[in-house]
């Protein structure tokens, strides 16, 4: 500025070192930070459960305020996240709790100002399917007797095991905050923990602890019934699923008053995104001419079906926020090269029934109901058990007054519960629902993640499934494919893929 208002006034020279200095300010600007690249004019993101509402979210931080992005829905804005009616009060069917440390998760509710209810606590069993292996007492010395009797000090060195791993995990956050990006999901994995973490996606979370010299039996006996709760699956899971698992049998698990699904809504209004109603059917590849440059532009045609019937649109930059499985997205990719291709995974189907109903106490062996108080059932590995766990729930709204005696049960099962079943189960019930779902990645290590990037500047938000799936992979994935999806866009390589980030960041305080 203060050149400027001297130049003319001054003399030659004068004016000639300040046409020098405005050159070279000039010349540094476009060959340091690529600032005078176009920003990117419209941005599309396929799926609106908490991947792409947080990526929504994120892109407009990056991005800023003058880029359009259109976020596509073929159901419920939440996805995963999603409520059922049994007999005018909602539950939360799918993702569930939250983790303490979930930082990503705790902000946006936080930043969305929604609320999280007190939680109940309950007595939790462990039944093998023909006693129970494991019963909670309302006495908390009792229990730690009970566990240091039954399993020596494993359930201490678990609980050491799956802190140590906890710790290294929570670096991404620091990463992030300094806007370091990933170009696959192992390169994030391996930021964090090295080729430790690496390994554990190699092998089963059985071998993972076998190796740490965890006792077989607390293994089939504690750590498999929590595998089954939670990713309706066995031991034979990747040891970093397996973890994360086992940080979700944690205490201080959270959830969002009024549903989960919640946060999705409230990020997609925050990021200021247009929400469109449409089954994304097509991406294409197109090449446009530039106006005057004559270079050609690349852009992505996104072919829906809506309400509206069939329509097309030209992004500059996507990203896929749902699991690329045919019976989940059915997305045709038309004319990539190479072709992009097709991941193949399996996803897990789980049935979540919802029953108001008296539980028949003695089919778990108890023949006095009134001294039944389990309202958390977990099981063993058993080929005769039909379901893979039980629990009491609350409401999303209006927890606290839940009224004495009268209990929902939800039951995951990997079928539908038919009437026999549900017999067996309760003594009496008014109410049965049911949600179907392809819920998780079918895990079978060795694990190899399909690609983030997919093409020039098209994403894969799901690939973080391969590690582990839950609302805060997701959240994460986002941030970082929303750093990715920038730093790609304004070629700054040395934002992604550092190595020693860690040891990097330590001492830059
Ligand atoms: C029963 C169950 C229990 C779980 N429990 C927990 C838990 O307690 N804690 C936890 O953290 N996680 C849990 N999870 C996992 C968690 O719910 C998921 O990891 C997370 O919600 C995935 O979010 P997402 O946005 O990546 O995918 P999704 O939520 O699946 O979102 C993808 C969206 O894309 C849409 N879509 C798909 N194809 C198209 C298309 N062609 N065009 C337009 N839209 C399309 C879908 O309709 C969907 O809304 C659970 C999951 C299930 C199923
Ligand atoms: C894990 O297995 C894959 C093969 O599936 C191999 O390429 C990779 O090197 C292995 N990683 C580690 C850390 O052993
Ligand atoms: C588009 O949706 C309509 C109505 O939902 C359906 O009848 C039609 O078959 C769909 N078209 C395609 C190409 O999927
Ligand atoms: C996926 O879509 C194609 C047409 O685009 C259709 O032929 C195929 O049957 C669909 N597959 C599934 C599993 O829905
Ligand atoms: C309860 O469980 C017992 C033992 O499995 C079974 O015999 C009985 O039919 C079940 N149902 C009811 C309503 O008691
Ligand atoms: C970014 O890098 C790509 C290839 O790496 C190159 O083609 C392009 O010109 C670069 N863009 C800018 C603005 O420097």
């Given at each position: 500025m203060a050149v400027r208002v001297s130049a003319p006034t001054a003399g030659v020279a004068a004016a000639a070192a300040a046409a020098f200095l405005l050159l070279t300010l000039w010349g540094s600007f476009s060959s340091a930070s690529q600032e005078l690249r176009r920003p990117p004019a419209k941005i599309g993101v396929i799926g609106a459960g908490i991947g792409g509402t947080s990526?929504?979210?994120?892109?407009?931080?990056?991005?800023?305020?003058?880029?359009?992005?259109?976020?596509?829905?073929?159901?419920?804005?939440?996805?995963?996240?999603?409520?059922?009616?049994?007999?005018?009060?909602?539950?939360?069917?799918?993702?569930?709790?939250?983790?303490?440390?979930?930082?990503?998760?705790?902000?946006?509710?936080?930043?969305?100002?929604?609320?999280?209810?007190?939680?109940?606590g309950g007595l939790m069993g462990i039944y093998n399917g023909d006693e129970f292996v494991f019963e909670e007492s309302s006495w908390y010395i009792w229990n730690i007797i009970k566990l240091l009797w039954n399993y020596?000090?494993?359930?201490?060195?678990?609980?050491?095991?799956?802190?140590?791993?906890?710790?290294?995990?929570?670096?991404?956050?620091?990463?992030?905050?300094?806007?370091?990006?990933?170009?696959?999901?192992?390169?994030?994995?391996?930021?964090?923990?090295?080729?430790?973490?690496?390994?554990?996606?190699?092998?089963?979370?059985?071998?993972?602890?076998?190796?740490?010299?965890?006792?077989?039996k607390f293994i089939n006996e504690m750590v498999t019934p929590v595998m089954r709760v939670n990713y309706g699956q066995s031991t034979s899971i990747n040891g970093f699923v397996g973890a994360v698992s086992l940080a979700g049998a944690d205490s201080g698990l959270w959830s969002i008053e009024g549903g989960n699904k919640l946060a999705c809504t409230g990020l997609l209004e925050a990021s200021k995104a247009h929400g469109i109603s449409g089954t994304v059917i097509s991406l294409e590849e197109k090449a446009r001419l530039e106006g005057r440059s004559g270079g050609t532009r690349k852009l992505y045609e996104v072919t829906y079906n809506s309400s509206m019937g069939l329509r097309s649109d030209l992004y500059d930059i996507i990203l896929i926020a749902t699991p690329l499985q045919r019976k989940i997205a059915n997305i045709t990719f038309r004319s990539f090269k190479p072709p992009i291709p097709e991941f193949s995974r399996p996803y897990q189907p789980i049935v979540a029934t919802f029953i108001h109903g008296q539980i028949n106490a003695s089919f778990f062996g108890c023949q006095d109901p009134s001294q039944f108080y389990l309202n958390a059932i977990f099981t063993t590995e058993n080929p005769n058990l039909f379901f893979n766990s039980l629990g009491v729930v609350s409401p999303v709204?209006?927890?606290?007054?839940?009224?004495?005696?009268?209990?929902?049960?939800?039951?995951?099962?990997?079928?539908?519960?038919?009437?026999?079943?549900?017999?067996?189960?309760?003594?009496?019930?008014?109410?049965?629902?049911?949600?179907?779902?392809?819920?998780?990645?079918?895990?079978?290590?060795?694990?190899?993640?399909?690609?983030?990037?997919?093409?020039?500047?098209?994403?894969?938000?799901?690939?973080?499934?391969?590690?582990?799936?839950?609302?805060?992979?997701?959240?994460?994935?986002?941030?970082?494919?929303?750093?990715?999806?920038?730093?790609?866009?304004?070629?700054?390589?040395?934002?992604?893929?550092?190595?020693?980030?860690?040891e990097r960041l330590k001492t830059e305080l």
């Open positions: 990526a929504a979210y994120f892109l407009r931080q990056r991005f800023g305020k003058d880029v359009q992005i259109d976020v596509f829905e073929k159901g419920e804005v939440g996805g995963r996240l999603a409520t059922v009616s049994v007999e005018g009060k909602n539950y939360e069917a799918g993702g569930s709790v939250i983790h303490p440390l979930n930082l990503h998760m705790k902000h946006f509710v936080n930043m969305l100002g929604l609320s999280v209810p007190a939680k109940q020596g000090l494993n359930a201490l060195r678990m609980h050491m095991w799956v802190e140590e791993i906890l710790d290294k995990f929570m670096r991404i956050y620091r990463y992030q905050s300094h806007d370091y990006a990933f170009s696959t999901s192992e390169a994030l994995l391996h930021a964090l923990g090295g080729s430790d973490f690496l390994w554990m996606l190699n092998q089963t979370i059985d071998k993972s602890m076998q190796k740490a010299s965890f006792s077989q709204q209006n927890k606290m007054d839940q009224i004495l005696g009268s209990q929902v049960w939800k039951i995951f099962s990997p079928e539908s519960l038919t009437k026999e079943q549900i017999n067996l189960l309760f003594s009496s019930y008014d109410a049965v629902e049911e949600k179907k779902w392809l819920a998780y990645p079918h895990y079978n290590p060795p694990e190899k993640c399909p690609p983030v990037i997919l093409h020039d500047h098209m994403y894969y938000l799901n690939s973080i499934e391969c590690l582990a799936s839950a609302m805060e992979m997701s959240a994460i994935s986002a941030k970082n494919v929303a750093l990715l999806a920038h730093h790609r866009w304004y070629n700054k390589t040395d934002m992604i893929d550092q190595e020693d980030l860690h």
